[in-house]
């Protein structure tokens, strides 16, 4: 069994919520033995020499408060959605708002169209991630802007669950600059209407984790065209343009 599977059913099935968040910090052992060896086999897998058509990776989005965590804002919302290759699968999901009691600003709201009355009644941020990390396993993660989910996926880790995020995050411009090296593709809006991608309600994670999908897997596409096997090929060639 996967070690993170096995780690979150060993938290959810028997831990409480006041060990959960303390689980690093126990002097058992055993426990601490465990948590060490996990990191240790999360940071081993090595996805790099994977062919494109058999990589596995879940791709994410986060709604948030605003772009700061270690200033108090908030993930409002998780949504992911599993690949392989490039292939996006729509059946293989997982979407949760997440619990906030603090007011939202008028610009979030009318956003992302998420309401305090949703929020008051979603599940705590810690069970969330349970879900998340059971969702995810071990797969590599990917996500645009990957920088702004990074942060928040490290703070929330760590002040909630009391580890260290460990997870591979790949932007969806690793694959943009490769394929179109000349055009100035900043926004998802940008990406996805460059390639003719349709998002069915921007600002909502999970279909934005959908979108996002898709433009990865345009990328996978289109790079494995120009020649690229893996994505120790994809960071060789950057490195060599950089």
């Not at 619990?99 to 992302?112: D, R």
């Not at 490290?154 to 055009?183: C, E, G, W």
């Amino acid at each position: 069994m996967n070690p993170m599977v096995r780690f979150i059913k060993q938290l959810s099935g028997k831990l409480s919520p006041s060990m959960y968040t303390s689980v690093a910090h126990q002097t058992d052992p055993a426990s601490i033995a465990f948590l060490r060896q996990l990191q240790r086999d999360v940071k081993a897998k090595d996805v790099l020499q994977i062919p494109f058509s058999e990589l596995k990776v879940t791709v994410f989005d986060l709604e948030t408060t605003g772009f700061h965590p270690q200033k108090g804002d908030e993930i409002l919302s998780i949504g992911a959605v599993k690949m392989v290759g490039d292939q996006v699968m729509e059946d293989e999901t997982y979407y949760s708002l997440v619990n906030c009691n603090e007011p939202l600003s008028e610009h979030v709201k009318n956003l992302t169209g998420i309401c305090e009355g949703e929020l008051a009644e979603a599940p705590s941020l810690e069970q969330v991630l349970k879900e998340f990390y059971q969702f995810i396993e071990s797969q590599p993660l990917v996500a645009h802007h990957a920088n702004h989910e990074k942060s928040f996926m490290q703070h929330a880790t760590s002040s909630v669950l009391k580890l260290n995020f460990q997870h591979r995050i790949m932007d969806t411009s690793f694959l943009t600059k490769v394929v179109v090296p000349k055009k100035d593709l900043i926004t998802l809006d940008d990406c996805c209407n460059h390639f003719g991608i349709s998002i069915e309600k921007r600002h909502h994670a999970l279909h934005d984790a959908i979108g996002t999908a898709k433009l990865w897997a345009e990328g996978v596409r289109l790079t494995q065209q120009l020649g690229f096997s893996n994505l120790s090929d994809v960071y060789a060639h950057l490195a060599k343009i950089s």
